[in-house]
Nanobody, 125 residues
Framework: VQLQASGGGSVQAGGSLRLSCAAPEGTRRYTMGWFRQAPGKEREFVAGISWSGENTLHADSVKGRFTISREYAKNMVLLQMDKLKPEDTAVYYC????????????????????WGQGTLVTVSS
């Protein structure tokens, strides 16, 4: 499964960006997630959405500012990022995981078998 992430860029603190992840038709029943890796840090979970779309989960550090969603007609997973902070600067990755339950969300990156190439988000103060 090949994923394609896009939408990264440079923005000032308080600004917004929307990341997109294009996924093949076959990923409609995959749990999808966004992760990020800042310079010198380990990759961390940002947000996840079940393949049914009924459940979402956001990391505490982005809760209330980021929103994950799916557009099934376009096979896209989106991450709307508002009120960006300098500490949000990182390479953002979308990922897909096979799950057996339509409502499941996966936060462990080891469970994700398919990854996009990453898109860089830079937030300046």
């Amino acid at each position: 499964v090949q994923l394609q992430a896009s939408g990264g860029g440079s923005v000032q603190a308080g600004g917004s960006l929307r990341l997109s992840c294009a996924a093949p038709e076959g990923t409609r029943r995959y749990t999808m997630g966004w992760f990020r890796q800042a310079p010198g840090k380990e990759r961390e979970f940002v947000a996840g959405i079940s393949w049914s779309g009924e459940n979402t989960l956001h990391a505490d550090s982005v809760k209330g500012r980021f929103t994950i969603s799916r557009e099934y007609a376009k096979n896209m997973v989106l991450l709307q990022m508002d009120k960006l902070k300098p500490e949000d600067t990182a390479v953002y990755y979308c990922a897909a995981a096979v799950t057996y339950f339509s409502s499941a969300i996966v936060t462990d990156e080891k469970m994700y078998g398919n990854w996009g190439q990453g898109t860089l988000v830079t937030v300046s103060s």
